[in-house]
């Protein structure tokens, strides 16, 4: 076995050295032909490429947009650690993905609209819900996708290159700035579709040279029960008292359908809860409904949307299997159990499944290749991140700034966008060392998480705006409050106690022993939440009952009608004003012309055929590895 240390290798040879510059070249000049194709001195033309992108540009951008070096590191990691049934957030996306081109697109080109904000306060009237949309928006673009391909690109470029990671990341982030700042949307997208050739081309190496090094599928589906760390036996048995568990194999890893109480991904979750936060990301999210909008036509859309479903049938056989593979040739290193030896080998003391894909580019590939899975990690880092700097700058200029300065001319307003990218590059640089320092174990696990306690709501309400006619601005409103709050109080105590590993658990409070009808019978010990206040209700008590015997009516009243003028008060700063009242302000805004979602028969005939088809494919692959 190979010792880690001698994994960290420096590009230093001739051919890697010429695949990168090759790289780099060629995504320079395809942005800088890109400039020159659509008018990028209007909001359309700079935000929306002129609407004039064909459905193989499409198709391939909402791929690059959605494949950041997150889910490199993330989903092989997470296969690693647990076996393909990650690969099902992949397989579910084949079929959402055909809501968004065929039920959500066209509501949005009729609309009239560039961003998400800005149809919802078209539907329900008033400012708050769309103001609400963009903030949380771009608190997600900042935690969970900005951070994670931050975090994943540092993994890589640690364990891979043994480059300064300030130095690479930054040099990186402000070549991607400049694409994005000088050729809008539509060098995005050209770009998009070069890297997602090279995404897919590189992968497909690096998955061959695996297969051949582990002898095919069959010879994983043999060895990967049995690729435990040897090194767990020199843990000391009184500091880290663990189950075999730990390092274990799972035994229903080539499950993709898993039992639905104890299973790590259960089925009922993985079927119905995916499709909620999958509704949310791809027929809501600014970044994917963006590259749609600019299609020339919806035949367009619909064919891009099918091209990108094809393509999401690859990162199961492109990330996960090479994760599990990784695993069964240096169990040690990507399976290491060992708190000390962790923490030499990645950095971290809870695992390092993380560095499965990093650590087969490392050690199997030959000089030149390496290069090239370098200029696929970098291909895949730098279109995401393009991606949610366009979109960003998109939704703060159209959603904050012009109610920032609703008078502002579209020079001022592209000149806004472009600044807000190099405000975003800025927020970037400052989080890596945060994301450094809190980001471990599993990547994609962390990715997930973050939008399932908050994604949920918002895909409730477009679901319901898009297809209930009855839904007005009140409801909506609060059920993204409501909805809103429900997230939080998950999502803070997990990112407060920590959701723990096998050798360091999680100090959370488990709370519902014998509170629930399913674990009425349970022995577990509860804490619960209001001992402090039971503890102090028995002192207080005696107290306040002779303070009730000394009270008279008059200060119950002045306490009852304080409390009122509380509750109008709040009404009032939460805004109580009718939806009709908020339509009347808003002044209908004007649109050059009205899109045309017409189709014509013999194509819309064949991207129909072509769905079908596709899902078909998916309930094949379902049943197959389920």
């Given at each position: ?51 004039s ?11 690059a ?5 997150g ?28 809501l ?10 009729t ?18 819900i ?12 900042i ?26 990341v ?75 568990l ?14 639905p ?33 600019a ?9 891009g ?44 003391e ?62 001022e ?29 599993q ?11 908050l994604?949920?709501?918002?895909a409730a ?22 909805g ?14 920590g959701?723990?590993?096998?050798i ?24 619960d ?13 005696r ?24 509750c ?6 939460c ?8 339509l ?10 009205m ?32």
């Open positions: 076995m190979e010792n880690h240390s001698s994994d960290k290798v420096t590009i230093n040879n001739p051919a890697d050295i010429s695949i990168i510059i090759g790289y780099f070249l060629m995504v320079v000049s395809v942005g800088i032909w890109s400039m020159f194709r659509t008018n990028r001195g209007t909001v359309g033309g700079y935000f929306l490429a002129g609407r992108m064909s459905w193989w540009p499409v198709g391939a951008s909402l791929f947009s959605n494949i950041g070096s889910h490199f590191v993330g989903l092989a990691g997470t296969g690693a650690a647990s076996g393909i049934a990650v690969g099902g957030f992949e397989w579910n996306a084949l079929f959402i993905v055909l968004l081109g065929w039920l959500f697109v066209p509501v949005y080109l609309a009239g609209v560039i961003t998400m904000p800005q149809y919802l306060k078209k539907r329900f009237g008033g400012t708050r769309s103001l609400y949309l963009s903030v949380i928006s771009l608190f997600l673009y935690f969970t996708k900005i951070s994670v391909d931050m975090f994943s690109g540092a993994v890589f470029i640690q364990q891979a290159l043994g480059w300064n990671i300030y130095v690479a930054i040099a990186l982030l402000l070549i991607t700035a400049l694409y994005t700042v000088t050729g809008g949307l539509a060098a995005l997208m050209y770009t998009d579709t070069v890297q997602t050739f090279v995404i897919v081309a590189g992968a497909f190496v690096l998955t061959g040279y695996s297969f051949a090094k582990v002898g095919g599928y069959s010879s994983l589906l043999a060895k990967y029960s049995s690729a435990m760390p040897r090194n767990f036996s020199s843990m000391d048995p009184q500091r880290y008292n663990i189950s075999s730990c390092y274990t194999p799972r035994q229903d890893a080539f499950n993709l359908l898993r039992d109480t104890k299973g790590d991904l259960p089925w009922p979750g993985v079927l119905f809860g995916i499709a909620i936060v999958g509704g949310w990301y791809w027929c809501t999210d600014q970044v994917i409904v963006q590259r749609c909008l299609a020339r036509s919806l035949t367009h859309v619909k064919a949307c099918i091209m990108c479903g094809y393509l999401k049938l690859l990162p199961m056989f492109l990330m996960v299997f090479p994760g599990m593979i990784s695993r069964v040739l240096y169990p040690d290193e990507v399976g290491c159990i060992v708190p000390e030896v962790c923490k030499k080998v990645c950095g971290t809870v695992g390092c499944s993380n560095i499965a894909y990093p650590k087969l580019v490392v050690s199997l590939m030959p000089n030149g290749l390496r290069g090239l899975m370098l200029a696929v990690m970098l291909a895949a880092l730098m279109s995401s991140l393009a991606s949610i700097f366009n979109s960003s700058s998109t939704l703060f200029t159209m959603d904050i700034w012009t109610r920032i300065r609703p008078q502002a001319t579209e020079h307003l592209i000149i806004v966008g472009r600044v807000w990218v190099l405000c975003i590059v800025a927020v970037s640089i400052c989080w890596i060392p945060v994301v450094q320092a809190a980001q471990s174990g990547l994609f696990d962390y990715i997930q998480s973050v939008s399932s306690y994604a949920p709501p918002i309400v477009f679901l319901l705006a898009v297809f209930v006619k009855r839904v007005n601005e009140r409801g909506a409103f609060w059920g993204l409050i409501g809103l709050g429900m997230g939080l109080c998950r999502m803070l105590p997990e990112f407060w106690f959701t723990g590993s096998c360091f658990p999680s100090h959370c409070p488990f709370l519902l022993h014998r509170l629930v009808f399913s674990l009425r019978h349970s022995k577990e010990e509860r804490k939440l209001d001992w402090e206040q039971e503890e102090k209700g028995r002192r207080a008590r107290e306040a009952e002779d303070r009730m015997r000394e009270n008279n009516n008059s200060g119950t009243e002045t306490e009852e009608e304080e409390g009122l003028g509380v109008r008060l709040a009404a009032r700063l805004g109580r004003a009718s939806g009709a009242h908020d009347q302000q808003e002044a209908p805004e004007e649109t050059e012309q899109p045309d979602i017409s189709e014509d028969p013999v194509w819309k005939y064949t991207v129909d055929a072509n769905a079908l088809i596709m899902m078909a494919v998916a309930v094949f692959m379902w049943g197959y590895f389920a």
